[in-house]
């Protein structure tokens, strides 16, 4: 059925209008009543301008193109027609306070739901977890309709309206939004946005034959624009597949699959596809979700002669969307996955592109760390690269559900010694438990014999040296694997930004070797990883002998306490030089509050001096919020193995009185 948008605007006049005179948009000829209809004209004024120079940029050669800005800008009406008065409600809070993401209060969980609770349905039962673990940020890995088999772990997507059969149903997963909502939890599911699976109704309508589908790819009937895209391309899954392209028997045409043949990149070069996934995107933020993370950004706009990674264009796209949602979901966040050089990472992070981002710098800095035993290059590269525009913020993660993969600039390396080749084989070795130093017991993720490139999975205790410990019964070895781990989630949760919890590392969740004998994933080791909850070892959650009481227990009270630092909102991080390159410190400010945030990434005490510290007022005293105690400004500090230390910079007067 055909609908009028509520706004009832003309889509074709209001584009002409913003072509013509972008200024004049809010003119008394465009409708402005009742109060939802005012809101949503006023967010077309003043987001309308900034799509419509993006859209007719990207599609400059297009003769179409004004049709399909006019086709988006009814997708917007219709789409805000639809919208609930409860998520209009949010659009209003969240628009009122802009930097609601930024407080410290903000604490992130990830999840795969068949893992977790088997699927949807069961997952509401769980709700009370989520409250006792304080999370106000929960993101459910791919839920959609995917093939049968293999699918990339949900991320290739048959249908974005339909939750996987076996997980549940759309109506759940609405109502499920819903629940965690009044709950104070914002639901963040993936888009994926380079591809689909070639299972989706779009790809069988290309296979089918319909040209006006095969345009929604990059589909070639021979091999000759393949191979010369090819001669910039890098491979992603090297042992799955060489190359970026398929042929596909049935359409008889090459398609471009930049991860799997079973994943057929989008082509965003047509804006039909543009305003296709447009409709996508406001599907799910009128279904409630609250952030997207933008899966796989750095590869969705192709360019003869190029890697086709990170050009203007996918920056052109996304700006796009954010304007798309700015008028039509203002609520809606975008989270960019962008696992490419530190310096592009950054390019994708803004208030108008992706207010938050994943740090996968900082994560494969604070393995490198432990590895090393030292953090100049964690420092060096922190310096450099933590600071990020006005009203954005990193999502920091220790694990999540992918692999790690050594990325820190060349350059940094050199600066401070370093040999980043040499130093990257280390590392893989390091993890891999193939170096005699080891405490790892990770496992190779796509080894690629050309280049020698090589990535890492494993979950956070298996590869902080808890596995190895226990196998060897060593009490001391368990000991300093607890405290590593520790060490680690304390940077995560007091640096600056979203800490993100990968569910299961909160009790210790060793590697499961099963995903070895199930012929979907035995060629995937990032299952090791991905393993079910084992909700029988919830009753170790109290018992104080357990190590899952230790480490559920502890972040439990880490998360508490940066629930009650206003100095741990988000920005203000400043790195602080120690002397000492076994600890990692820096400081954080808000509100009148100041606190020395220092970690030792060694196995035996370290010092940091007193003429380090001089720089804080003589009569000022520490309170370390870790230990409950005090230490003099004037002193030197001392840290045993692997401690770390919440300083709060104080007047002498508390501690007179202790």
């Not at 086709?71 to 998520?87: G, H, P, Q, V, Y």
Request: aromatic share 12%; with cysteine.
């Amino acid at each position: 059925m055909n609908r009028t948008p509520s706004a009832g605007l003309d889509p074709a006049r209001f584009v002409d209008a913003l072509i013509e005179n972008p200024e004049g948009v809010l003119s008394s000829d465009l409708p402005a009543a009742p109060t939802d209809r005012a809101l949503f004209v006023q967010r077309l004024g003043r987001h309308g301008p900034r799509l419509v120079d993006l859209f007719l940029t990207l599609y400059k050669d297009r003769a179409d193109a004004r049709k399909w800005l006019k086709r988006l800008f009814t997708i917007m009406a219709e789409s805000w027609d639809r919208r609930t008065n409860d998520l209009r409600t949010l659009d209003r809070a969240r628009e009122a306070d802009p930097s609601w993401f930024q407080s410290e209060k903000m604490v992130g969980g990830v999840l795969y739901v068949d893992l977790f609770s088997d699927n949807l349905a069961n997952l509401f039962e769980h709700i009370a977890y989520f409250k006792e673990l304080e999370l106000t940020y929960l993101h459910l890995m791919p839920i959609f309709s995917v093939p049968h088999g293999d699918s990339d772990g949900g991320y290739a997507v048959s249908s974005y309206r339909a939750v996987n059969a076996d997980l549940g149903t759309m109506k759940e997963l609405t109502q499920l939004a819903r629940v965690l909502r009044g709950e104070g939890i914002s639901l963040v599911l993936d888009f994926v946005l380079n591809h689909t699976s070639n299972e989706h109704e779009w790809a069988r309508r290309a296979r089918a034959g319909d040209p006006v589908y095969q345009g929604f790819y990059h589909t070639f009937a021979d091999r000759a624009l393949p191979d010369q895209y090819e001669r910039h391309l890098r491979e992603i899954f090297p042992t799955v597949r060489r190359g970026n392209f398929s042929w596909d028997a049935e359409m008889q045409r090459w398609v471009w699959t930049t991860f799997n043949s079973f994943q057929w990149d989008l082509n965003y070069a047509n804006p039909a596809v543009f305003c296709a996934m447009a409709e996508e995107m406001l599907y799910l933020a009128n279904a409630g979700v609250e952030v997207l993370r933008l899966d796989a950004v750095a590869f969705i706009w192709k360019e003869m002669g190029t890697t086709c990674e990170n050009l203007v264009g996918a920056h052109d796209i996304i700006r796009a969307f954010n304007a798309v949602a700015r008028i039509a979901a203002p609520s809606l966040l975008f989270k960019s996955e962008a696992i490419v050089h530190p310096d592009q990472v950054l390019s994708y992070v803004a208030p108008e592109e992706c207010p938050l981002s994943y740090n996968p710098m900082l994560m494969a800095l604070i393995w490198e760390a432990a590895a090393t035993r030292e953090t100049r290059l964690l420092e060096h590269a922190v310096k450099k690269r933590a600071r990020l525009p006005e009203g954005c913020s990193w999502v920091n993660y220790l694990r999540c559900h992918d692999d790690i993969g050594w990325t820190f600039d060349d350059e940094d390396a050199r600066q401070v010694g370093i040999d980043p080749a040499a130093h990257r084989r280390f590392l893989n070795a390091f993890y891999t438990g193939n170096h005699s130093g080891s405490f790892a017991r990770g496992v190779p993720f796509q080894y690629n014999p050309d280049t020698g490139d090589l990535r890492v999975s494993g979950t956070l205790a298996s590869l902080a040296g808890l596995e190895q410990a226990l196998d060897a019964d060593d009490p001391v070895l368990i000991q300093m694997a607890v405290r590593r781990i520790m060490m680690m989630r304390s940077i995560m949760l007091s640096i600056g930004g979203i800490p993100l919890i990968y569910i299961g590392d909160e009790w210790g969740m060793l590697n499961d070797y099963t995903y070895l004998s199930d012929p979907t994933k035995v060629s995937d080791s990032r299952w090791v990883h991905r393993s079910r909850k084992k909700w029988h070892l919830q009753r170790s959650y109290s018992d104080p002998a357990a190590l899952e009481w230790r480490f559920f227990n502890g972040l439990k009270e880490m998360i508490g306490l940066r629930k009650n630092l206003p100095a741990l909102r988000n920005g203000g991080m400043e790195h602080f030089w120690t002397g000492n390159p076994h600890l990692f410190a820096y400081l954080r400010q808000a509100d009148g509050q100041q606190l020395l945030i220092v970690a030792n990434f060694s196995e035996h005490g370290q010092v940091a001096s007193r003429d380090r510290l001089s720089g804080f007022p003589k009569e000022a005293v520490f309170f370390d919020h870790i230990g409950k105690t005090y230490h003099p400004a004037t002193g030197d500090l001392a840290l045993d193995p692997y401690q770390y230390m919440w300083l709060e910079v104080k007047d002498p007067s508390p501690a007179a009185g202790r």
